[in-house]
């Protein structure tokens, strides 16, 4: 009996381990999915979280390509076409300038040294010398009612369009019968910087002149205040000898007959100062050489 009692315990106790066994078994199976399951969880979510991250930095990059692109649209200042184009003809006294964009559409010009445009019609051996200043008659139509002589003349057009790039350019022109035009103007060199014209007195001086660096162009008006022309108390125009490169000039003193401007090339040019005396302007011009 007492051995029957003892086998019976010992089954007892095998089944009681299986069970112990089996149940710890399926415990570290589950906790193990479990754990697999929180381990897939977080790196999905650190997957999203990274994608997120990447995502934004995209969205970053692309935002600043376009902001830069959009800070820095002057890229019609670095075109090195003019997108716009000038035509002048003469007729009958009568010259007309007409100013298309590409898409012969008449471009909103801004006022530039107090006109809408600024006309400027130089002999082709640069002895003669005009500014003028045509009115708008709508459609980019400027006119003006102006006698020319019988001559073969070289036009610059003068505009700032908004926002389009502009280069002025030489446009041709004929007045009468044909006359050859000159391919090299001979011009000679100033010595002397002086000149007279209705008995005011105009002497120029210039800081160094070489290229790609500002110059000063300074105008001694012998002791008489000229009265203001075009918002200033002179303007300036220059030319190359071959009457093709047109240079900008800008007022560089509002009490003074200072003015700024800048060489790419070397060259003689020709310097036309306008100054207004006694309600008169006057042209006075000099030829300097840039080396």
Do not use: C, R
């Amino acid at each position: 009996m007492k051995q029957k009692n003892m086998l019976t315990w010992a089954i007892s106790a095998i089944v009681y381990l299986g069970l112990v066994i089996g149940g710890y078994s399926i415990y570290a199976s589950l906790n193990s999915n479990n754990d697999h399951s929180d381990t897939h969880a977080a790196k999905t979510k650190g997957d999203e979280e990274k994608e997120s991250i990447i995502e934004q930095s995209h969205n970053d990059n692309h935002t600043s390509k376009k902001s830069d692109g959009k800070d820095g649209h002057s890229d019609h200042v670095a075109h090195s076409e003019s997108e716009v184009v000038t035509n002048v003809k003469y007729e009958k006294g009568i010259i007309t300038i007409d100013v298309k964009d590409k898409n012969q559409n008449s471009p909103n010009l801004e006022i530039s040294h107090e006109k809408i445009m600024h006309l400027i019609i130089v002999s082709a051996d640069l002895e003669d010398f005009y500014h003028l200043h045509p009115e708008e008659k709508g459609n980019g139509v400027y006119t003006l009612k102006f006698d020319l002589p019988e001559n073969s003349y070289k036009a610059f057009v003068d505009i700032k369009p908004k926002n389009l790039a502009y280069q002025v350019s030489p446009v041709g022109l004929q007045v009468g019968k044909s006359h050859s035009e000159h391919k090299e103007n001979p011009l000679k060199v100033d010595t002397n910087l002086t000149k007279t014209i209705n008995q005011k007195t105009v002497e120029l001086t210039t800081t160094e002149l070489g290229i790609n660096k500002a110059v000063t162009l300074s105008f001694d008006t012998k002791g008489i205040t000229p009265k203001p022309y075009l918002g200033a108390l002179g303007h300036v125009v220059i030319l190359d000898d071959k009457g093709e490169n047109f240079v900008h000039v800008h007022p560089a003193s509002e009490e003074k007959t200072l003015f700024e401007t800048k060489f790419d090339k070397p060259g003689i040019y020709k310097v036309w100062g306008e100054f207004k005396f006694d309600g008169k302007v006057n042209s006075y011009p000099f030829v300097i050489e840039v080396k």
